[in-house]
């Protein structure tokens, strides 16, 4: 079984900070990690993922991650946030064969100016 | 193309009629996937297709609803009998899976309200 906990429903960051999203997983078989962003009535979009290989994960719009599988963590950071950011997101866990993906309950990033 | 499309954008219904949601997935794409989105939660799988066979369905997939993809194509996803409870975003998703894993591109969704 699969599961994802993402640890904070709200952040509020100002212009400029760090922008830091944690997220923790379980899972029986190695997993395919994803963030997704929503922003309001609108669909997903794909921020990055990981399946294998390189665990520093690059991204659009200047987010990356790290799977540390130690940690089960896949935490989504960005160096510099920017009013754009503000928006929801979401961690997400899949088992390779299917597709399927196993959503966290999301985390409201607010930007402040 | 243009990407997963999505029809109606948004439903309001009365309780206990049914409802029936379209998908157009990316030309090409043999997986197509539903998902279920209530209100400040992340959204949980209902239903898979790869090209026209249901794969799998979650347990959240009462016998109430039913989806289908004739032909492999497009999808419809039918609510019967709704229920307030059925208040939703319903989202779809496609990908091209041949063994291994590949992006999965969401459509923007159906907003069901139910009265």
């Known amino acids: 079984a699969q599961s994802v906990t993402q640890l904070g429903s709200h952040v509020s960051v100002s212009e400029g900070a760090l922008v830091l999203l944690r997220c923790n997983y379980s899972?029986?078989?190695?997993?395919?990690l994803f963030w997704y962003v929503q922003y309001p009535n609108q669909g997903l979009q794909l921020l990055l993922k990981?399946?294998?290989?390189?665990?520093l994960v690059k991204g659009i719009n200047g987010f990356e991650a790290e799977f540390k599988k130690s940690e089960t963590s896949f935490h989504l950071t960005k160096p510099s946030a920017h009013m754009s950011d503000a928006a929801e997101y979401f961690c997400?866990?899949?088992?390779?064969?299917?597709?399927?993906?196993?959503f966290g309950q999301g985390t409201t990033l607010q930007v402040k100016p | 193309d243009t990407g997963v499309s999505q029809d109606p954008r948004h439903k309001i219904t009365k309780r206990g009629q049914n409802v029936t949601f379209r998908c157009d997935p990316i030309?090409?794409?043999?997986?197509l996937y539903w998902y279920r989105q209530t209100l400040g939660q992340g959204p949980e799988f209902l239903t898979y297709?790869?090209?026209?066979?249901?794969?799998?369905k979650s347990r959240l997939l009462s016998d109430r609803f039913s989806a289908e993809r004739p032909k492999g194509s497009f999808s419809t996803l039918e609510i019967q009998r709704t229920e307030q409870g059925d208040s939703a975003m319903y989202l779809c998703?496609?990908?091209?899976?041949?063994?291994?894993?590949?992006?999965?591109?969401f459509g923007q969704g159906t907003r069901l309200t139910v009265v």
């Open positions: 998703a496609s990908s091209l899976g041949a063994g291994r894993y590949t992006e999965a591109f």
């Open positions: 899972s029986s078989v190695p997993p395919y």
């Open positions: 997400a866990v899949g088992p390779p064969n299917t597709g399927k993906l196993i």
């Open positions: 030309s090409e794409h043999n997986r």
């Open positions: 297709f790869q090209n026209e066979a249901q794969l799998e």
């Open positions: 990981y399946t294998t290989g390189a665990t």
